[in-house]
Nanobody
Framework: QVQLVESGGGLVQPGGSLKLSCAAS????????VAWFRQAPGKEREGFSC????????YYTDSVKGRFTISRDNNKNLIYLEMNSLRPEDTAVYYC?????????????????????WGQGTQVTVSS
């Protein structure tokens, strides 16, 4: 059974840090591009960071660039998101996802529709 499970969310003060993990099971993570999405209250779910499966190139939206780092450990079937300098506007439910399988290398996407498997989400709240 294919499953993604996020952990590491919580309440943090502005300027603080959190590290999210996403454990994959039922499939081999190294065959897929991966990404992190988030959904703030009253807003659409948006992709903000993704990581290529072949060359490990990472992409970020301007809203998180320089503050967040995506990484993966294929040996452990884990995806990580390290978040620094957190702001109240980072408050959201955070989701990990794996992109639709392709045999050949392809630049990862930040579009919801490109992703087949999703975790259940973990809440991140940034507040004093």
């Amino acid at each position: 059974q294919v499953q993604l499970v996020e952990s590491g969310g919580g309440l943090v003060q502005p300027g603080g840090s959190l590290k999210l993990s996403c454990a994959a099971s039922g499939f081999t993570l190294d065959n897929y591009n991966v990404a992190w999405f988030r959904q703030a209250p009253g807003k659409e779910r948006e992709g903000f960071s993704c990581l290529n499966k072949d060359d490990f190139t990472a992409y970020y939206t301007d809203s998180v660039k320089g503050r967040f780092t995506i990484s993966r450990d294929n040996n452990k079937n884990l995806i990580y998101l390290e978040m620094n300098s957190l702001r109240p506007e980072d408050t959201a439910v955070y989701y990990c996802a794996t992109e639709r399988f392709t045999l050949f290398p392809r630049r990862c996407s930040l579009e919801n529709g490109a992703y087949d498997y999703w975790g259940q989400g973990t809440q991140v709240t940034v507040s004093s």
